[in-house]
């Protein structure tokens, strides 16, 4: 059983904890324009104040650097404020001596609060507009106030250092720059077409799940840039292995393009269902994927005989044919040998999942995570977006939003979101529950405005759930003796 199996059995009961609206908040809120985020995870730590004070002691700068500028603003002039206070405490403690603080001919020295604060500021930002009163600059006869301007002082260092830092920290934070990676408001679950071998053909290929992203800034490409997917099941986050880019050499992106990043829907995957496969060896708690197998770096079956070992179910039936072969031109026994099994019910190929049972299975959110460097400031950044089953766009791909021009290139923000159904992704297999989507036509996409797209295998046909009619998208490598005349496709 894979952890996406197990994780998803211990908690059954924590999915049905939000009474609210049927489903579980989302970890990735879409709270800037263009459906993106603003870079900020939707969590909260319980009871901190007595658990974690000391590990924020800890790291109190960067404590600080979470809170506004305008408190930072806010704490100057309130400092200001306390050792005007103090000045004036101080002086009015002298009783009837003089330490120049207020006029000695004023009847209400409290009423003098205006010089306090006036020479508190002075003190702090070290102007010298002049002293109150009658007093010299060293205030012999109030030496106190000495006490409390030496502390002031040095306290005014301390301050405009961390200020300076604080400000500098704030304007050239490079998390900032994260608001310009974009990410496709939905998310396209097509199938592609791959036969046994895993080369393209006309054999219906594994689903995959598919987004789109891409950098503003496009001119002044992200360095190392790399992007990473989880499954939010539950209480439970588990990576989802990511087959373009290839991240078994680091899913490197090239940001300045607008990519599609992939993840095959295989059996090693958290969003297919659990399936029945006796011969496959266990994954030992490792994050597998099927590609790996098919490339030959991977072995997952095992013959249960002789206790070869290959990538795939083909390979594996390809030698239990060879072996009996060989086993009956030698007249072994049947009992204990490759004879005794039936390629055809025990070694079946496995059947793709259907769209609503993909649907039904899927997890709570989808977290896509960028990173990258600015190259101006040299400084790692993340850029998150999340997807739930609401901004799921069944078959198809994304539109082509790239054009040249004489000068150079250019990328149409206006076309980053659509997605349009293509006859090379038609192979999508739909189960009789999804017939109430399918009575309406087939358009673009055009980001959240608009529902999902469906298909019905048997029928040949697309539909979009939002519209009028339907459209005929026949493709001859779906059934090759087939001679059905296809009408084209009309794209809004």
């Keep these: 059983m894979s952890n996406r199996r197990a994780i998803d059995m211990i908690n059954v009961k924590y999915?049905?904890?939000?009474?609210?609206?049927?489903?579980?908040?989302?970890?990735?809120?879409?709270?800037?324009?263009?459906?993106?985020?603003?870079?900020?995870?939707?969590?909260?730590?319980?009871?901190?104040?007595?658990?974690?004070?000391?590990?924020?002691?800890?790291?109190?700068?960067?404590?600080?650097?979470?809170?506004?500028?305008?408190?930072?603003?806010?704490?100057?002039?309130?400092?200001?404020?306390?050792?005007?206070?103090?000045?004036?405490?101080?002086?009015?403690?002298?009783?009837?001596?003089?330490?120049?603080?207020?006029?000695?001919?004023?009847?209400?020295?409290?009423?003098?609060?205006?010089?306090?604060?006036?020479?508190?500021?002075?003190?702090?930002t070290t102007v010298g507009y002049g002293l109150p009163g009658s007093t010299n600059a060293f205030f012999e006869s109030c030496p106190m106030i000495q006490v409390v301007i030496y502390c002031q002082m040095v306290f005014s260092m301390l301050y405009n250092a961390f200020l300076f830092a604080f400000f500098f920290a704030r304007l050239a934070k490079t998390e900032s720059r994260a608001s310009q990676v974009i990410f496709s408001d939905t998310a396209v679950m097509t199938r592609y077409t791959r036969n046994a071998d895993g080369r393209i053909g006309t054999t219906k290929g594994p689903w995959r799940f598919c987004i789109r992203v891409a950098d503003v800034d496009a001119a002044y490409p992200?360095?190392?840039?790399?992007?990473?997917?989880?499954?939010?099941?539950?209480?439970?986050?588990?990576?989802?292995?990511?087959?373009?880019?290839?991240?078994?050499?680091?899913?490197?992106?090239?940001?300045?393009?607008?990519?599609?990043?992939?993840?095959?829907?295989?059996?090693?995957?958290?969003?297919?269902?659990?399936?029945?496969?006796?011969?496959?060896?266990?994954?030992?708690?490792?994050?597998?994927?099927?590609?790996?197998?098919?490339?030959?770096?991977?072995?997952?079956?095992?013959?249960?005989?002789?206790?070869?070992?290959?990538?795939?179910?083909?390979?594996?039936?390809?030698?239990?044919?060879?072996?009996?072969?060989?086993?009956?031109?030698?007249?072994?026994?049947?009992?204990?040998?490759?004879?005794?099994?039936?390629?055809?019910?025990?070694?079946?190929?496995?059947?793709?999942?259907?769209?609503?049972?993909?649907?039904?299975?899927?997890?709570?959110?989808?977290?896509?995570?960028v990173e990258g460097i600015d190259s101006l400031q040299s400084g790692t950044f993340q850029a998150i977006q999340s997807y739930t089953v609401e901004n799921l766009s069944w078959g198809g791909g994304f539109e082509d939003c790239v054009f040249f021009r004489t000068d150079g290139t250019t990328v149409d923000l206006n076309k980053f979101h659509n997605v349009i159904p293509s006859n090379d992704t038609l192979y999508l297999n739909h189960d009789k529950s999804f017939e109430n989507h399918l009575n309406q036509p087939c358009r673009v996409r055009r980001g959240r405005s608009n529902p999902e797209v469906s298909f019905d295998e048997e029928e040949g046909e697309m539909y979009h759930s939002n519209g009028k009619g339907k459209c005929m998208l026949r493709n001859e490598k779906m059934d090759e003796t087939a001679k059905i005349e296809s009408e084209p496709l009309k794209v809004e």
């Design 15 to 124: 999915r049905s904890v939000d009474e609210v609206d049927g489903s579980l908040p989302r970890l990735v809120k879409r709270n800037l324009q263009f459906h993106q985020s603003r870079q900020k995870l939707n969590i909260e730590m319980k009871d901190l104040s007595k658990h974690g004070n000391q590990l924020r002691k800890e790291d109190w700068f960067h404590v600080f650097l979470r809170f506004g500028t305008c408190y930072s603003l806010f704490a100057l002039i309130f400092t200001i404020l306390v050792f005007a206070g103090l000045y004036m405490v101080v002086d009015l403690g002298y009783g009837g001596t003089d330490c120049g603080m207020v006029s000695p001919d004023s009847p209400y020295p409290v009423m003098g609060f205006g010089a306090y604060f006036a020479f508190s500021l002075e003190t702090t």
């Design 222 to 369: 992200v360095v190392e840039a790399h992007v990473r997917m989880y499954a939010k099941i539950g209480t439970q986050l588990i990576e989802m292995r990511i087959v373009s880019p290839n991240d078994e050499i680091g899913a490197n992106l090239f940001l300045s393009w607008p990519l599609t990043v992939k993840h095959e829907i295989d059996v090693h995957s958290p969003l297919r269902p659990p399936v029945d496969d006796p011969f496959r060896l266990p994954s030992a708690g490792l994050n597998l994927r099927n590609a790996d197998s098919i490339v030959g770096c991977t072995e997952q079956y095992a013959c249960p005989v002789c206790g070869e070992s290959y990538g795939d179910i083909h390979r594996l039936r390809k030698h239990f044919t060879y072996a009996q072969i060989q086993e009956r031109q030698d007249e072994y026994p049947i009992e204990g040998t490759h004879q005794a099994y039936n390629l055809e019910e025990e070694f079946s190929l496995l059947e793709e999942p259907t769209a609503q049972e993909l649907r039904d299975w899927f997890p709570d959110e989808i977290i896509v995570l």
